[in-house]
């Protein structure tokens, strides 16, 4: 009961200024760090490749390799979205790593305001601000910039397409444009990075707010089917170029391989280390000699089963307990600029920031409105406890376990839902395959913007439209 001349106070719901003031301080942040590391940080690992296709797509060579001896070879063996990404920012700016690092942050600071408007429907104003905020300002992320590599823009791509299903929910109809618009960016970012394609029966299947198992099955299929189709013309250039119809890139057997082979460990390793499968030592194309790896990665499963299972624990933990992905490459870039010390100092904040994320994402979920609300904060309770010891990723699958136990209701919860989909399809790929830290950084948003539903209005029963709060 309120006494005479109280005022009930209500959490302040987000406001949409609040997104584009959590983009402004990623995109400075980003900025400031391209500054500092434009002129020290050349490409370095993956990069120095990405680096070199994007200058010869600037010049109008295609996706094509030049060799020592001279000879030009068409390619497909990374995908080929970020570097024709930084190939059309070469021909526009000049070939400077600068530029695909600018672009990393713009399209960074993008992703900062999709996060927000992910939490948006359900987080407090303070929530919502919080989660993305802890994206904005993500060390790992930030550090991550100067990278030419292909997983802060997928990060980006990512949050982008979620924040267009929320988008896409605020309406009672289906809206051409805006499904178009998710479908081109889910396209866009599978061929940036393939395994996101994984994401488009889930993200299609949320992007309606209120309908039928049925009808949402149908988007979730036409969403699906529409992103290979924006990829289709790159899988057609494979067939008749590289003579293999692979959808974006032909290193899913290398891949395999590496995280099948009898010397597998669960993480990279170097193919000269695992040894090269006899019948593949003289097998020259590239499609080919994936299709090879492909057989023996195969045959090694199909050889001892229970060995490859048993690499599925470390290959999570190598994906999911410690990222440190922008400390390895900027040591790597520059070891005098960036030198041991700072890599761990790095990873160090980077560990405990991640790990606060996962934290208030299982917070989240064990107080969002829903069914089996006791049952799912004893689980996040649970999951919790592996973030203090070394076995993070235990609590990242816990973030898929607790949203389970919302059941149906799971859909009227965007953030955690789309949180889910994205930790289960990154752990299902890298499961199947191998593990490393970087791959991790495409789930950061989607988990940034759960845990900022951590806060979460008192009022609200699932997901409101707050798309027009000033």
């Known amino acids: 009961m309120t006494a005479p001349g109280a005022e009930t106070r209500r959490p302040a719901p987000p406001k949409a200024s609040d997104a584009w003031v959590a983009a402004a301080v990623a995109l400075v942040a980003r900025v400031a760090t391209v500054v500092w590391a434009s002129t020290r940080f050349p490409p370095a690992e993956d990069g120095r490749f990405y680096d070199v296709v994007a200058r010869r797509i600037a010049h109008g060579l295609g996706y094509t390799w030049l060799w020592p001896d001279g000879a030009v070879t068409y390619a497909a063996h990374y995908p080929v979205g970020y570097p024709a990404l930084v190939g059309a920012g070469y021909a526009i700016f000049g070939e400077e790593p600068a530029v695909a690092m600018a672009i990393n942050a713009v399209l960074g600071a993008v992703a900062a305001f999709a996060v927000h408007r992910v939490a948006a429907p359900s987080a407090t104003r303070a929530g919502a601000m919080l989660g993305a905020l802890a994206f904005a300002l993500h060390p790992g992320l930030v550090a991550y910039t100067p990278a030419l590599m292909t997983e802060g823009a997928t990060a980006a791509l990512v949050a982008i397409a979620a924040w267009l299903v929320v988008r896409a929910r605020e309406s009672p109809r289906i809206e051409g444009p805006m499904f178009v618009t998710l479908v081109v960016v889910l396209g866009v970012a ?49 067939c008749a170029r590289m003579r293999a119809c692979a959808l974006v890139s032909v290193n899913a057997g290398w891949n395999l391989f590496i995280g099948a082979a009898p010397g597998a460990t669960g993480s990279w390793v170097p193919i000269e280390k695992l040894g090269v499968p006899e019948e593949c030592k003289t097998v020259w194309d590239e499609a080919a000699k994936d299709a090879c790896f492909l057989r023996a990665g195969e045959r090694a499963i199909a050889q001892a089963p229970a060995r490859w299972l048993s690499l599925v624990p470390p290959k999570l933990a190598d994906t999911f307990d410690y990222a440190g992905a922008a400390g390895f490459y900027l040591h790597s870039s520059n070891p005098r600029d960036f030198d041991d010390a700072a890599k761990v100092a790095l990873g160090t904040l980077e560990t405990i920031w991640q790990r606060l994320v996962v934290l208030a994402a299982l917070v989240a979920l064990g107080r969002a409105p829903g069914p089996r609300r006791t049952a799912r904060r004893i689980a996040a309770s649970v999951s919790g406890v592996w973030l203090v010891v070394r076995s993070a990723w235990v609590a990242h699958i816990g973030v898929i376990g607790v949203a389970g136990l919302l059941g149906v209701r799971l859909v009227d919860r965007p953030a955690a839902a789309l949180a889910a989909s994205t930790v289960f399809a990154t752990a299902l790929t890298h499961a199947v395959f191998f593990g490393a830290g970087r791959y991790s950084l495409v789930c950061f948003p989607a988990l940034a913007a759960l845990a900022g539903t951590a806060l979460t209005r008192k009022e609200e029963v699932g997901d409101t439209d707050v798309s027009k709060e000033s």
């Open 190 to 238: 599978t061929l940036v990075r393939p395994q996101s394609l994984l994401l488009a029966p889930f993200y299609g299947f949320l992007s309606l707010r209120a309908a039928p198992f049925r009808r949402r099955a149908v988007v979730a299929a036409a969403v699906t089917a529409g992103t290979i189709l924006v990829c289709s013309p790159w899988t057609l250039r494979n």
